[in-house]
């Protein structure tokens, strides 16, 4: 296991800097609905065509509601390169959780599955960002597209001040940042 492999998987292992990464790395209004630490599950969802494959780290949070108990999962995807790979195997999971979950509770709503991609490769992501930069969308046809666009955190591109308020959070992230200068 690389240096970056062992500050990832010890970034996973700390409740503290999970519920950091999430409070800060989500979009505002799901962040401040956060209840309690995320729980890292079982990564091991997945069938079909990924057998054998796994996310590198699958959160399960509650989020704050008066009438009812919400689940967010986010599925979690180290990466040392960028490219249009990474982005597909990060759907690839999140639609294999869908599909999880969707066996479990067959005719419940199911809950939202965030997708995160950490990147700390040794020059700045230049992959896509979302799956619509991935497609050559005919004029009209934008609506008809693919709509996904995980968190991107790169960790190599940000500025030390950027990387977390939080110190835990902090000092994971530098970790990984230090892991990817050669």
């Known amino acids: 296991m690389g240096l970056h492999d062992a500050a990832f998987r010890r970034m996973m292992n700390d409740g503290r800097t999970r519920r950091a990464l999430l409070r800060e790395r989500l979009p505002p209004t799901l962040a401040r609905a956060l209840q309690g630490e ?52 990060l759907l690839d999971y999140v639609l294999a959780k869908y599909r999880a979950l969707l066996r ?32 050559d969308l005919p004029r009209g046809a934008t609506r008809l597209a693919v709509q996904f666009e995980p968190v991107l955190v790169d960790v190599r591109d940000e500025r030390l001040e950027r990387l977390g308020t939080d110190p835990a959070l902090r000092r994971a992230l530098l970790m990984l940042k230090a892991a990817a200068v050669p």
């Open 38 to 89: 995320p729980e890292l599950v079982s990564e091991r969802f997945v069938r079909g065509s990924l057998r054998g494959h796994t996310a590198d780290a699958v959160l399960r949070a509650r989020l704050r509601d008066h009438h009812r108990e919400l689940l967010v999962f986010c599925v979690i995807e180290h990466k040392r390169t960028s490219g249009p790979a990474g982005l597909l195997q």
């Open 104 to 135: 479990h509770r067959p005719r419940a709503k199911l809950p939202l599955v965030v997708g995160l991609l950490l990147y700390n490769g040794r020059q700045p992501w230049r992959g896509a960002r979302t799956m619509r930069d991935l497609i």
